[in-house]
Each structure stands twice: as structure tokens, then as C-alpha cells.
């Protein structure tokens, strides 16, 4: 695929014929799908056939054939092998115990009876405003996956824990049975080929630069055929927020998340680092501030204003994910700004993980975040 225009024409293409003929459609995205495993596994059929043949020239009285077909196809099928055996780096983050937030694992224990999906292996806190499953490969294309569950700490203090249940449905609903069994293995090869792609990139041999170049094609053209169920599985997961907490706080959820979103990359970290200019080291801790700081959010105009502006975008093709207004629609709700709340997820439910915060806070040379309006004047990105 050569261009982004490529990629946007092709997936508008898909999108009228899925809806024309959707039978039509899955099917060419099965048999996309399948020729991915296919091309490697013929790498190997060939390397292992060259080697059984040679096998058969040795004792048919003819060593030298022999003897190079073995050389030649035995390290082949090692470098297949090894190929497919790929191992990928599991996400990283500070890794949570069931014993430093029962309420988080009790609820993924709930999702995954209601949902019907398998086990998250484990939780992994991060820096990000984000969250997310990813599964990851333990042996490469020969599957044994690894569910991880990242949680973004900011993600976590920005929202109720009714609000970060909706998010965690919404994440789990990409697992479960809510997609059904074609859209589940979509979903998750659809990672997985990228994950492969860029381990192969990284090879030095002649089999690793020989199926880098295929996916080099491959991948594109699965991730454009591709998109658009991605993006019905994306609403899917919606309906599986709706279903654990009730369409409005699934609403709030991703109201909250976009403009929240938006207070801490437009106000927060600014402010944070225009202290650079002034002083060798931060007045306080970036996290706990945050923790405060998101108590108050923005001003109730200022995120009336973000909402109006979020409202107004149409859903693209850089994202998988449909625009706010479409979601509120499939959702049957309107989008309302967010308000102020007592006690966030992340109090509620990682309270290791803030204890911990604490802790670094009172032994590193950083004082503790202060609370109230004050904090807001230091962060808070200046007007102009």
C-alpha cells in the first residue's frame, strides 16, 4: 500500500461492501487472515520437505546431493523455527498483586464470568492516560498468549470507579465472547501480526529479512481489511460497558476520558514542565499533583467549550475508534461535561500504589503535593 490516501480509499471500499455483503466480506478477511500463517508455514513445509528429500538422497547412495540438501534445508528449517518462535517483550509497568487492590481483581474476576473470556494473567500499572489488554505471543506465531491488563495511574485518578469499570468492560470486551469467535481471533492476530512485524525488522538473518518483507506487504493490507470490523467491535465493546454499569455512566466514561485527557496534556504537563526554566528539579512529585489537580479539572466553561469541539468531529480513518458523538449515539446518550469527584478509582482500588507514591514522596527530596485551587495556579497552562 503506498499512501495514507491508499489506505483510506480501501477502507471505504470495505466498509460499503461489508455493509452490501458482509458474508462476502468476512470471508476475504478469514482468507487474508489465513494466508499470514500460510506464508510462513510454507517456508517451513519447504525447508522440512528439502530436508526429507535429502534425507532420501543419502540413502539412495547419494551423498553429496544429500549431504547439501540437509545442510542447506536443516539450518533453514532452524531459522523457521526459530523464526516462528519469536519471543516479544511483555509490557512494562510496575506489575500489581490480587493482594494490593482486591476490588480491581474482584472485578476483572466478575467481567470475565459475565463476559465469558479468559483469564487476565496479570495487571500493570503505567505512566499513561491510557488503558488496555495486550496479548502477547509467548512462542511467537505457535500462539500460548499472555493477557496483560495495563492501567494508566493518571487514567485511574482521573476517574469514578463506576466510570474506570465502564473502561475496563469496554478493554475486556475486545476478549470476550461479546465479538464472537471470528471477531475475538481477529481482534487479536490483528496485534499480533504487527508485534511479529516489527520482531522480524530487528533480524539479521536471510529468514528473518525474507518474511520481514513479506509482512512488510502483508500488514497493511490486513490492517485495512481489517479496520472495519475492528472499528464494529469497538461499539461492540461500548455495549459491554453499557451492559456491567448502565449506558449513562458508560457515557460519562468516555466523556471523561477525552476531556480529562485533554485538562492534562493542555494545562498540566505545560505547567509542569515551565518549571524547568526556574528551578534543577520539580517543586512537587508529577503524579500526586495530578492525583489533586484532577479533583478540580478544568473550569466548568472551558470543558463545555472541549466537549462542543469534541462533539463536532467526525469519525476519521487514522483510528480504529469512532468519534465521541458516534459512540454517545450507538450509546443513546447525551454527552454532559464532567464533574468533580470525591474519590477517584485509583483511591478506591490501588491503594498500594498511591501509599507507595506517598511514601517516594516523603523519602525523595520532592515535598508532598499540596491540594486545592493553589495547584491549579502553578500548572495551569497560561492564558494568552
Not at 540437509?70 to 512494562?92: K, N, Q, T, Y
Not at 469514578?160 to 478493554?171: D, G, M, R, T
Request: with cysteine; charged share 20%; proline share 5%.
Amino acid at each position: 500500500m503506498k499512501s495514507v490516501s491508499d489506505f483510506r480509499h480501501l477502507v471505504a471500499r470495505l466498509e460499503r461492501e461489508c455493509d452490501v455483503a458482509p458474508a462476502a466480506y468476512r470471508t476475504k478477511l478469514v482468507l487474508l487472515a489465513a494466508l499470514g500463517y500460510s506464508y510462513v508455514v510454507a517456508l517451513l513445509g519447504l525447508s522440512l520437505g528439502g530436508l526429507a528429500f535429502g534425507v532420501g538422497q543419502l540413502m539412495a547412495g547419494q551423498p553429496y546431493l544429500g549431504g547439501k540438501l540437509i545442510l542447506v534445508c536443516g539450518v533453514m528449517s532452524l531459522l523457521v523455527l526459530r523464526a516462528l518462535w519469536v519471543r516479544m517483550p511483555l509490557p512494562e509497568g510496575r506489575r500489581l498483586k490480587p493482594r494490593e487492590a482486591h476490588e480491581l481483581f474482584r472485578l476483572l474476576e466478575k467481567l470475565r464470568t459475565r463476559e465469558k473470556g479468559p483469564r487476565i494473567d496479570e495487571v500493570v500499572i503505567n505512566g499513561e492516560f491510557n488503558a488496555a489488554i495486550v496479548q502477547t505471543p509467548r512462542f511467537g506465531l505457535l500462539g500460548g498468549y499472555c493477557n496483560t491488563l495495563m492501567i494508566g495511574l493518571p487514567l485511574m485518578q482521573a476517574l469514578s470507579p463506576k466510570e474506570f469499570a465502564s473502561v475496563l468492560a469496554h478493554e475486556y470486551g475486545h476478549l470476550s465472547g461479546s465479538h464472537g469467535k471470528l471477531g475475538a481471533w481477529i481482534y487479536r492476530i490483528r496485534s499480533v501480526w504487527l508485534q511479529m512485524a516489527q520482531g522480524f525488522s530487528n533480524g539479521s538473518s536471510f529468514i528473518d529479512r525474507t518474511i520481514h518483507r513479506f509482512f512488510r506487504w502483508y500488514v497493511p493490507y490486513f490492517n485495512a481489511y481489517s479496520f472495519v470490523l475492528a472499528r464494529q467491535q469497538e461499539y461492540e465493546a461500548d455495549r459491554a460497558s453499557a451492559r456491567l454499569v448502565g449506558a449513562r455512566v458508560a457515557a460519562d466514561a468516555l466523556v471523561a476520558a477525552d476531556l480529562k485527557g485533554r485538562f492534562i496534556a493542555e494545562h498540566f504537563w505545560p505547567g509542569l514542565y515551565a518549571q524547568a526554566d526556574m528551578r534543577p528539579k520539580p517543586e512537587f512529585l508529577p503524579h500526586a499533583t495530578m492525583r489533586n489537580l484532577l479533583r478540580y479539572g478544568a473550569q466548568p466553561e472551558e470543558y463545555s467549550q472541549w466537549l462542543r469541539e469534541s462533539l463536532g468531529r467526525i469519525t476519521a480513518y487514522d483510528d480504529t475508534h469512532p468519534s465521541l458523538r458516534d459512540r454517545l449515539e450507538a450509546l443513546g446518550e447525551l454527552g454532559h461535561p464532567p464533574k468533580s469527584i470525591d474519590k477517584s478509582a485509583s483511591a478506591c482500588w490501588a491503594t498500594a500504589s498511591t501509599s507507595s507514591s506517598k511514601r517516594s514522596t516523603r523519602n525523595g527530596s520532592t515535598r508532598s503535593a499540596p491540594t486545592g485551587p493553589c495547584v491549579m495556579a502553578r500548572c495551569r497552562k497560561p492564558r494568552r
